[in-house]
């Protein structure tokens, strides 16, 4: 029925193409994700019109590719028959500011078009900022004043108002990989990917993401449970009361029981991203049931929740720092110990997802001690002394990592603390986070004063893990105060503004940056912040009339920040 109305509203727009549209062709703005739904109605753009010139014909196509309908239908349109079959609109996107287009006839058979590019999305789905010029060529073919694209390049081309009518940002889940030095027993656990896929047949896009692997952006920090050349014997179907059904090639029917549990686990964390449209998978092998062990078949959405990637428990506390004891939000949620009943001195502190602590206590000589020990202690000796900064547990597999005289080092729970080298351009280094899925770390660098926040990841090698690929999420962010992890795919930060200190959500890739100054009380600078998976964003700020005055904890409740209580550093575990 959708495609018999589309194509009748195809053929009413071909009979009044000539119409001129008020204020030129209108795009539509992002749809934030979880808001579209595959029902809505939209409208689609104008086909090529009649005696339209090949400078015409070419500008239009670019705006008909905001349409994914039946594999953009109207955009192909434009190309002759033979380019539309060649015509490949899989193979990426280009996203460009419409306000910097040129588009020229350098020859009359070429059209040539001169883009400022914002983003590229690769084929996979991996969005990456974008500051080049591009410039690309179109053959146009024109017989009888009737002008169609002959050539054209591969990929999409369309415009950043418009990405989020034809992709959207989905966490595509993998395994995180086996480390040296991890706890051991140290059950399986998952990593999130964040790629950019099609909105149209969501469920098949997750499917096809998994059984094509990690992205680039995970080499060598994830793997898969995918055995090779696994691929679909069939299109991902999904039922009206949610079930997707997978029907996989016969090559996964030789996994172990240990490892089809993984692979039901990506399956089933991935498919999640479709909310209310998904609530079980049933997953085939050569048209079979695949047997899995310790599930049900079909599989509920909520299934496999030891494989959780962000590691916490639920309802977990934020924990906090008051008068040089720790602290929790939540009544009852610390367990009493030296370091709450004020019998060690605690300045700054950490929590693995499991519980365990890292507890800084700052010396008068400007150095600090680091100890580590469960909720209830005992605490022990000093693991470090010295200039010891920043412990973030991540994982919490491999130990606490620190910053230790500027140099990023790995505390495992046993044994001396190790180097962990990074891969940079020498900056110095002021921060270190890294996320609850223990593969991707989230660095202050460069002056004190206006930091950048830089995003790698963990690569485990023959001598210990390392850190690389480090690359600034949004460059305009140049005054970072603090950063947090909230999912595996999401950071919170503070950033400094010409409105002052604000607190921003934004994705690893850098593509949106969402302020969430509005909500802040008058008269107050957060200089700290802790985040977490589902759990509200908590500040710690001071009262701008009294700058050396004590510091006050704000928590994300209904858009805005209420007052909690005195205190500094906050942290949820991880």
């Not at 602590?357 to 100890?371: I, N, P, Q, S, Y």
Request: net charge neutral; glycine share 10%; hydrophobic share 40%.
């Amino acid at each position: 029925m959708r495609r018999g109305l589309l194509a009748l509203l195809v053929a009413l727009l071909l009979t009044a193409c000539g119409l001129p549209l008020p204020g030129g062709v209108q795009t539509p703005g992002r749809v934030p994700e979880g808001n579209a739904k595959d029902d809505e109605v939209e409208v689609l753009p104008p086909g090529p019109a009649e005696k339209a010139s090949a400078v015409e014909i070419v500008t239009t196509f670019l705006g008909a590719q905001r349409s994914p309908e039946d594999a953009h239908a109207v955009a192909r349109m434009f190309l002759t028959p033979e380019a539309a079959a060649r015509w490949d609109d899989r193979a990426g996107v280009k996203v460009y500011d419409p306000s910097r287009l040129v588009v020229t006839q350098p020859a009359p058979e070429t059209v040539r078009v001169v883009s400022q590019l914002t983003a590229e999305v690769d084929a996979r789905g991996v969005y990456r900022r974008s500051a080049r010029q591009d410039t690309e060529d179109y053959r146009v073919s024109c017989t009888a004043g009737r002008c169609r694209i002959a050539a054209l390049p591969r990929g999409l081309r369309l415009d950043s108002a418009t990405l989020g009518r034809s992709f959207s940002p989905r966490s595509v889940h993998f395994l995180a990989p086996p480390l040296a030095g991890a706890a051991s027993g140290a059950a399986p656990h998952l990593v999130a990917d964040l790629r950019w896929l099609p909105r149209t047949s969501p469920a098949q896009a997750l499917v096809q993401a998994v059984l094509d692997g990690p992205s680039r952006v995970l080499d060598g920090s994830a793997r898969t449970a995918v055995p090779g050349g696994t691929h679909l014997l069939q299109d991902v179907q999904t039922a009206a009361d949610g079930t997707v059904t997978v029907d996989l090639s016969p090559e996964v029917l030789a996994l172990d029981p240990a490892a089809r549990e993984d692979l039901s686990a990506q399956l089933v964390w991935t498919l999640r991203a479709l909310q209310t449209g998904f609530t079980r998978l049933r997953l085939l092998a050569a048209g079979r049931p695949l047997v899995v062990d310790g599930s049900a078949a079909p599989q509920d959405a909520d299934a496999w929740p030891a494989y959780d990637p962000e590691r916490l428990p639920s309802r977990v506390p934020a924990l906090y720092v008051a008068d040089r004891a720790l602290r929790s939000l939540v009544d009852g949620g610390l367990a009493t110990s030296d370091a709450t009943e004020g019998r060690l001195p605690v300045d700054v502190a950490a929590s693995s997802p499991s519980g365990f602590l890292g507890l800084l206590t700052r010396r008068d000589d400007g150095g600090a001690d680091l100890r580590t020990g469960p909720q209830a202690g005992p605490f022990g000796r000093p693991r470090l002394s010295g200039d010891v900064s920043s412990p973030s547990w991540g994982s919490g597999d491999q130990g606490l990592f620190v910053l230790r005289a500027g140099r990023v080092v790995l505390l495992p729970p046993e044994g001396a603390a190790v180097p962990v080298p990074v891969v940079s351009d020498g900056r110095p280094l002021r921060a270190v986070r890294v996320s609850r899925d223990g593969v991707k770390v989230a660095l202050l660098v460069g002056d004190a004063d206006r930091p950048h926040l830089v995003v790698g990841r963990l690569v485990q090698g023959a001598r210990g893990p390392r850190i690389t690929d480090l690359e600034e999420v949004v460059p305009t962010l140049t005054g970072v105060v603090d950063v947090a992890w909230e999912t595996g795919t999401g950071l919170v930060v503070l950033e400094t503004s010409p409105q002052g200190v604000l607190p921003a959500r934004v994705p690893v890739d850098g593509a949106t940056v969402t302020v969430l100054g509005s909500r802040l009380p008058q008269g107050v600078t957060p200089v700290g912040l802790t985040a977490a998976a589902g759990r509200p964003v908590v500040l710690a700020a001071r009262r701008d009339a009294d700058p050396g005055g004590p510091l006050t904890l704000y928590r994300e409740q209904d858009a805005e920040f209420v007052k909690q209580a005195p205190g500094s550093e906050p942290f949820y575990p991880g």
